[in-house]
């Protein structure tokens, strides 16, 4: 019988998160008969940036591959590995057809924590997948509401709330400036669909993925840190080719951050 929950974990480098997470899952899901769900850490083993997105397609595929007739009505719950609740049944992860359950985060982007039936990740296609950190949460709360499905907050806590135990991981993240400005143009319908030259193998909990191609080369984008603890003085301007219209502009969950996207 497969699962009714399929947790899909993006990872990488995150050994003491991962470790706080599995064994807190035990206590979080002790009521759930353990046939009942499966946990999973899509892992990123190369050495190119971080593609959170593409971590969570790939999760989502290889539990497609696992289970061929069932993944449609599968509840796949995607998991940030610092972001966990700080007591049992306070999440309800199951969730319905054509309803995506939104626990923790930004209402303005769908991260943190939600639930989704694995024919409504599908029918989306999916994160983008975008290098570095960019905004895959909010093109993919962008695509679910394009597509007319619900997204149900009435069990959620936003962004620092006491319920939701939240660890950092520094304070500088690797920003791709390429990507930011392909989802302000709305250019970037890539997904599930564009991942070319998968290869992965599940050890255990992990979904180590090996090799993978997307839409745009990861050598060939524009990387740069960025301090999320500093204020709109800390521009990150965009050259006159990835100028996108408008003026001053706050994006997504980069607006919380005090983070200003500046055309020149």
Sequence with gaps: MPPKLIFIVPYRDRREHKLFFTKYMEYIMEDYNKEDYEIYFSHQVDFRPFNRGAMKNIGFLAMKQKYPTDYNNITFVFHDVDTIPYKKNLLNYETTDGIIKHFYGYEFALGGIFSIKG?????????????GWSM?????????????LKIDRNNFFKLGARAILQFTDGI??????????????????HGLN????????????????ENFETETDANSQKYEKHDITQKTSNKIRLTKEERYGGNNIAIGGFKNMGTIFKRK
């Design 119 to 131: 024919k409504d990740f599908e029918r989306v296609n999916g994160f983008p997948n975008m290098w």
């Design 136 to 148: 895959e949460d909010n093109m993919i709360q962008q695509r679910i509401l394009e597509n007319g």
């Design 172 to 189: 500088t993240k690797i920003i791709n400036k390429k990507e930011v400005a392909g989802f302000l143009n709305k250019d970037y319908r």
């Design 194 to 209: 564009s991942i070319k030259k998968l290869n992965y193998e599940i050890s255990n909990e992990f979904i180590n993925v």
